[in-house]
């Protein structure tokens, strides 16, 4: 069983709210059932949600040091009492995050970008009257509806790490014509501010650092953009494009964010009744799966 070191008794550092922190952690108990933590519902309970020592319990540590903290008194958490707490009352990311902060800690570190796509996430892909795709905060992408196929490829045909819309964005030539396009550039710059921002949210991640280092090194535009140490969170902007079997298409180009993943879902959406509009209804007619 836990108990409080000489130093956190001493409390001498941190910016924890403690009445905060104990109302969040006292509404946290309160939500729970017994069943929800393995524990017998039992017929003698004239409150709901859990009892403190059975949180005590759970998390590992002393009833009376569980006690202080919903009372707003006593040593502040160390963050191995607060992640215990945390997986005890079965609390979300989010909340998990909240409780760190609330106890005067940094929440920890994720370790890298989620791969996994969730089912429900696929099922929105077939559903969709319209090219769409999912990418993780590395921009490696994950999961497509066949209609997307004319626009960014049989992915099929390749292994994942070759399925990185940075890498295709950056290592085309210098004088390749795209980045004579205004809308081009500006959506690049965009992309390495966002990218930025994921490197920062995933600190020493090998898989990201790979990357960043390798475009550093390959891709003299990617370094000057990357080095203006610009950060953006992706959002939607305008996309024209002269396809070579579909001819000129415009339409805006919607990035849905997916916050239990940190995940984005690339919608091309055009306006209804326009050129863009009937080729993306006809694509979907001829190609109503989810890869």
Same mark, same amino acid.
């Given at each position: 069983? %836990?108990h +409080? $070191? @000489?130093?956190?008794?001493?409390d ?12 969040f952690?006292?509404?946290?108990? /309160?939500?729970?059932r ?5 524990l017998?519902?039992?017929? /003698?309970?004239r ?12 998390a590992g540590?002393?009833?009376?040091? %569980? ?22 009352? *079965? ?6 995050? %909240? ?5 005067? #800690? ?6 890298g970008?989620n791969?996994? *796509?969730?089912?429900?996430?696929? =099922?929105i ?5 319209? +090219?769409?795709? &999912? ?7 994950l ?15 390749f ?12 290592? $085309? ?7 004579s396009?205004s809308e ?6 965009? =992309?390495v ?6 490197y920062?949210?995933?600190? @020493?991640n090998?898989?990201?650092a790979?990357l *960043?280092?390798?475009?550093l090194?390959?891709a ?9 140490h610009d ?20 339409? #805006?180009?919607? *990035? ?7 995940q984005?879902?690339?919608?091309y959406c ?5 050129r863009?509009?009937? &080729? ?9 799966t =989810?890869?």
């Amino acid at each position: 069983m %836990y108990h +409080p $070191s @000489g130093a956190e008794l001493a409390d001498t550092g941190g910016m924890a709210d403690r009445s905060e922190l104990a109302d969040f952690l006292r509404t946290r108990r /309160n939500r729970l059932r017994p069943s929800d933590v393995g524990l017998p519902d039992g017929i /003698n309970r004239r409150a709901p949600g859990l009892r403190r020592q059975e949180v005590a319990q759970l998390a590992g540590i002393s009833v009376d040091y %569980y006690i202080r903290m919903e009372q707003a008194r006593g040593a502040k958490p160390s963050r191995q009492v607060l992640a215990a707490l945390a997986r005890a009352m *079965v609390l979300t990311v989010d909340e998990r995050d %909240y409780l760190f902060r609330m106890g005067g #800690e940094n929440p920890p570190t994720v370790a890298g970008p989620n791969r996994t *796509v969730p089912q429900s996430v696929r =099922t929105i892909l077939d559903a969709l009257g319209t +090219p769409a795709y &999912v990418v993780d905060a590395t921009y490696e992408i994950l999961a497509w509806n066949d209609s997307a196929i004319p626009f960014i490829g049989d992915l099929d045909a390749f292994p994942d790490h070759e399925r990185n819309m940075v890498r295709w964005m950056f290592l $085309s030539a210098a004088d390749h014509p795209q980045w004579s396009n205004s809308e081009t550039r500006n959506f690049a710059r965009t =992309t390495v501010a966002d990218l930025r921002a994921a490197y920062a949210r995933y600190p @020493g991640n090998p898989a990201l650092a790979r990357l *960043v280092t390798e475009l550093l090194g390959t891709a003299p535009r990617f370094a000057e953009m990357w080095n203006s140490h610009d950060v953006e969170v992706r959002r939607g902007h305008n996309k024209h494009i002269d396809h070579p079997d579909l001819g000129l298409l415009e339409f #805006e180009c919607q *990035v849905l964010h997916i916050s239990d993943t940190d995940q984005r879902m690339i919608v091309y959406c055009a306006t209804p009744g326009s050129r863009a509009d009937t &080729v993306f209804r006809s694509l979907v007619a001829a190609r109503p799966t =989810t890869r």
